[in-house]
């Protein structure tokens, strides 16, 4: 299987799992991963992490399936389901094919962040091993949208 590069869905600055306050995530439950939290800039844009078929989409989370199968989770800020899709505008539909990069949904991390939630954005390859899963960046590092996160082998 060929190595596929995960892009980071938001600007920010990047955190291990670990520190998630969600223990799904911090566990690595649903797959391994890090998360970015992001730039408080009203508007911002959550893109595609890779190219493929959006499998689950939800305002606050949704889920990219690459052709070879591997499939990414992005979760837009902790117990944010709560807001049930305020504040969230969704670009792109389930089923809908997209390229790495697009957008996918615009948000306000600030707002999340004024009603009391964590703006933290996981980025996780489901249900992968955790040896697959490499990080290109390291906590403590800013990254753009767009630029290369993770490497999955």
């Not at 291990?16 to 797959?31: C, I, N, Q, T």
């Not at 992001?38 to 078929?53: C, D, H, K, R």
Request: glycine share 12%; with cysteine; proline share 9%.
């Amino acid at each position: 299987m060929t190595t596929l590069t995960v892009l980071a869905p938001v600007t920010g600055q990047v955190l291990g799992l670990a520190e998630v306050s969600d223990p799904v995530f911090s566990a690595e439950l649903v797959g391994p991963g890090v998360a970015v939290d992001p730039e408080n800039e009203p508007g911002s844009q959550v893109i595609a992490p890779i190219a493929g078929t959006i499998l689950k989409l939800h305002p606050h989370a949704f889920v990219v399936q690459h052709d070879d199968g591997r499939a990414v989770l992005v979760h837009l800020g902790i117990d944010t389901v709560e807001l049930g899709g305020a504040g969230f505008v969704l670009h792109v539909s389930e089923g809908d094919v997209v390229t790495a990069g697009q957008v996918v949904v615009t948000w306000d991390p600030s707002d999340v962040a004024a009603g009391g939630r964590s703006p933290v954005c996981p980025v996780v390859g489901l249900e992968a091993p955790a040896d697959v899963i490499t990080p290109l960046v390291q906590p403590g590092d800013t990254v753009t949208a767009g630029e290369p996160l993770l490497s999955w082998t």
